[in-house]
T-cell receptor, first 113, second 116 residues
Framework: DAKTTQPNSMESNEEEPVHLPCNHS???????IHWYRQLPSQGPEYVIH???SNVNNRMASLAIAEDRKSSTLILHRATLRDAAVYYC??????????????FGQGTILTVHP | DAGVTQSPTHLIKTRGQQVTLRCSPK?????VSWYQQALGQGPQFIFQ???????QRGNFPDRFSGHQFPNYSSELNVNALLLGDSALYLC???????????????FGPGTRLTVL
């Protein structure tokens, strides 16, 4: 499986934008980029995913580099509830890797009031 | 919609014992995946069940086994417990007759297993 690299931790202030980076230099052409987050004492929850184009939903935006070797999850206005571990995950189409999520260490996001 | 539910919430066992964890998927979902999350680590994929069969398996020994019932609920069984099996066990469900990389997995709150 292609690997992702994320910073161990990041900090933000409430109501400010947060940009969470992810490097995936070995991504293949059909790999989707998924983001999940895990709030304290909860299971992970889906945030957003994309393939080539930037994506927006009610939770966040996903900016994908033109060469697809990196991506950035954008929280437009961080709230205290956004404090969580954020995981960048590549989903492989086909082969034997479909279905499973391969989590790394993720980025611990701390949001200050 | 109750979402994904897991039972029990917490469990304490001793080395060598066996344990069964249970998962009910989100309404309408037909696929269940199990993950193990050690403290401070990301979840690790154990296996996935679809149509009552194990479809995919991660790098876990045969002591870890599972089952899926006709109503899509699932059990995770771990035999001969080791201290290293202490972890949060997460169940995730999805709707994926033919899963592709766009399917979303919904996770339950997990079962915290402590092996003494």
């Amino acid at each position: 499986d292609a690997k992702t690299t994320q910073p161990n931790s990041m900090e933000s202030n409430e109501e400010e934008p947060v940009h969470l980076p992810c490097n995936h230099s070995t991504i293949s052409g059909t790999d989707y980029i998924h983001w999940y987050r895990q709030l304290p004492s909860q299971g992970p929850e889906y945030v957003i995913h994309g393939l080539t184009s930037n994506v927006n939903n009610r939770m966040a935006s996903l900016a994908i580099a033109e060469d697809r070797k990196s991506s950035t999850l954008i929280l437009h206005r961080a709230t205290l509830r956004d404090a969580a571990v954020y995981y960048c995950i590549l989903r492989v189409r086909g082969g034997t890797s479909y279905g499973k999520l391969t989590f790394g260490q993720g980025t611990i996001l701390t949001v200050h009031p | 919609d109750a979402g994904v539910t897991q039972s029990p919430t917490h469990l304490i066992k001793t080395r060598g014992q066996q344990v069964t964890l249970r998962c009910s998927p989100k309404s309408g979902h037909d696929t269940v995946s199990w993950y193990q999350q050690a403290l401070g680590q990301g979840p690790q994929f154990i296996f996935q069940y679809y149509e009552e069969e194990e479809r995919q398996r991660g790098n876990f020994p045969d002591r870890f086994s599972g089952h899926q019932f006709p109503n899509y609920s699932s059990e995770l069984n771990v035999n001969a417990l080791l201290l290293g099996d202490s972890a949060l066990y997460l169940c995730a469900s999805s709707l994926a007759g033919l899963p592709g990389p766009t399917d979303t997995q919904y996770f339950g709150p997990g079962t915290r297993l402590t092996v003494l």
